[in-house]
């Protein structure tokens, strides 16, 4: 069922948003293999008007804070959070206080179609996703990589990886058919809150008033991976976000600060999880343009 959406202006409800259409700056897009990547930059907090876009759509903040009103439901986007919409969706987005630089990956109805063609069905891809952490963050990072990284191999690279995305969203969607206890929220806060301290299951359990063990069994069954393993994957976020603001940082100082042993730890484990190294997502933030200092937004609300 069509989802009603907010009037524009002029009182007409307003049309849902074309592939590559956003009310925040598209510092960089490109069209490969079915789908729209955008590189979207808001520099100053705000509110957006209840919207929709045309194409199912993921959204990943690589740095700064958003949040956004879906179905009812507040969705935080934490350091390693992606959040998939079905086609149509509305929400209502704001922006905080520092901006965001978010990246959106959008999906042509072919992609879609392609799990009817399985036989799997689509019943896990009906719904908005809140993805904190897992693989699905991983190949987020590694399709930005390639908006700036690109080379003759990127369109095979950038379809494997999103068939990849999808099933592994949908695998998390079958997966949340019970309800996670509500305490696994709070689990999440305090990793991303300080995700450089030295966690144990030990130190955190007490934190959430349950046992390591029960602890341990279900933020793997809810989360899909263990607590160590998306504590690693919060730093490597936090590293990608430093370097991003800042793409002549030392990289010894950001393992350092991240909660790494030493660089190496760092490269290790950044290679692991997005498939290149600091090193050369470093070189690819200083090849990237700069934002304006000020801009009109491509879409804005007063003249819809």
């Known amino acids: 069922m069509e989802a009603t959406r907010a009037p524009s202006a002029s009182g007409q409800p307003r049309a849902p948003n074309p592939p590559g259409r956003f009310f925040g700056e598209v510092s960089r897009s490109a069209s490969v293999a079915g789908l729209v990547l955008s590189d979207v930059v808001h520099l100053r907090p705000r509110r957006l008007p209840e919207h929709a876009h045309v194409a199912a759509f993921y959204g990943l ?9 879906c179905r009812r439901r507040e969705l935080g986007y934490g350091r390693s959070t992606v ?9 209502q987005d704001e922006i905080g206080p520092s901006g965001v630089r978010l ?11 392609r799990f009817d063609a399985l036989g799997v069905g689509r019943r896990a891809l009906e719904e ?5 952490g897992g693989p699905v963050h991983s190949l987020a990072l590694r399709l930005y990589r390639e908006l700036y990284d690109a080379d003759a191999c990127s369109p095979l690279v950038v379809e ?3 068939l990849e995305m999808l099933g592994e969203t949908a695998r998390a969607g ?16 305090c990793l991303e809150a300080e995700p450089a301290r030295g966690w144990t299951l030990a130190s955190l359990a007490p934190e959430v008033g349950v046992e390591p063990e029960a602890l341990s069994i279900a933020f793997r069954r809810f989360q899909g991976e263990t607590l160590g393993e998306h504590l690693r994957r919060l730093r490597v976020a936090q590293v990608c976000e430093r370097l991003i603001a800042d793409p002549d940082a030392g990289l010894a100082d950001l393992a350092a600060e991240a909660g790494f042993a030493d660089q190496s730890h760092l490269t290790r484990v ?8 600091p090193g050369a997502f470093q070189a690819a933030q200083r090849r990237r343009p700069a934002p304006p200092a000020r801009f009109t937004n491509v879409l804005e609300p007063q003249s819809l």
């Open 61 to 69: 903040a690589v740095a700064g804070d958003y949040r956004e009103v």
């Open 103 to 113: 990246f959106v990956i959008e999906l042509a109805p072919a992609w879609l179609e």
């Open 160 to 162: 494997g990886l999103m």
């Open 270 to 277: 950044f290679r692991r999880l997005t498939g290149t190294t």
């Open 83 to 91: 959040v998939y919409h079905p086609p149509e969706t509305s929400h």
């Open 174 to 189: 079958w997966r949340r058919a019970p309800q996670p206890p509500a305490w696994l929220g709070r689990v999440r806060e």
């Open 128 to 132: 908005p996703q809140h993805l904190p």
